[in-house]
Structures are given as structure tokens and as C-alpha cells.
């Protein structure tokens, strides 16, 4: 099971952190992802990282967001700096099939709504 939280509304340039907390598998084992959908538009993954911590992360937000995780917790995290409107979308968290990163997810969690607006 994967519950994400910590989304908001945010004005443009701000910042939000989401958590993601993970249970029913070894969490550690397993490459996970943020993905994201806006509305009228196709889901994207944003970032991922592998079980060894290796990140990946689209152009759109690199050098704004960043992906971690804490395997004692069970949780991932995404931090977003510098949101903008074109942020704004549901944001859930995904287990991908093994522990390096992939494309494709495996299951993905009920989101969290992030809206970046003045």
C-alpha cells in the first residue's frame, strides 16, 4: 500500500515537501517514483530512485525538486523548491517491478493534490 501526503496550495516559488508511506513489501528492495497528472494531461514521471539511491528526475524539474527516501520509515520524499503554476497536478507514489529505475511502475498510490497559484 502507498498513501501520499503533504500536498497544498503554494504560491509560485514556494516550497512543499511530500511523504509517501509505504507497507506490504520490503520497501528497501524496491525502486520507487513520483508520478504526476494535470488535469487533461497524461501522467509523467517525475523523479525516481533505485534501491542503491540513485535518482533520476525530468527536465522539467530538475534542479527544483528532489527525491529521497528513508528505508527505516518505509517513506519517500519529494521535495519541490521553486514550484511553479505548471506544477500543479495530483502527485502519487509508485513501487517500480525491481530495485533499479524503470519507465513503468508496478502500482501506484492514491495522490495528493499539489496547485501552485497566486
Do not use: H
Amino acid at each position: 500500500q502507498l498513501q501520499a501526503s503533504g500536498g497544498g496550495l503554494v504560491q509560485p516559488g514556494g516550497s512543499l515537501r511530500l511523504s509517501c508511506a509505504a507497507s506490504g513489501f520490503t520497501f528497501g528492495s524496491y525502486a520507487m517514483s513520483w508520478v504526476r497528472q494535470a488535469p487533461g494531461k497524461g501522467s509523467e514521471q517525475v523523479s525516481a530512485i533505485s534501491s542503491g539511491g540513485g535518482t533520476r528526475y525530468a527536465d522539467s524539474v530538475k534542479g527544483r525538486f528532489t527525491i529521497s527516501r528513508d528505508n527505516a520509515k518505509n517513506t519517500l520524499y519529494l521535495q519541490m523548491d521553486s514550484l511553479k503554476p505548471e506544477d500543479t497536478a495530483v502527485y502519487s507514489c509508485a513501487k517500480l517491478p525491481a530495485g533499479w529505475i524503470t519507465n513503468l511502475y508496478e502500482y501506484k498510490g492514491q495522490g495528493t493534490q499539489v496547485t501552485v497559484s497566486s
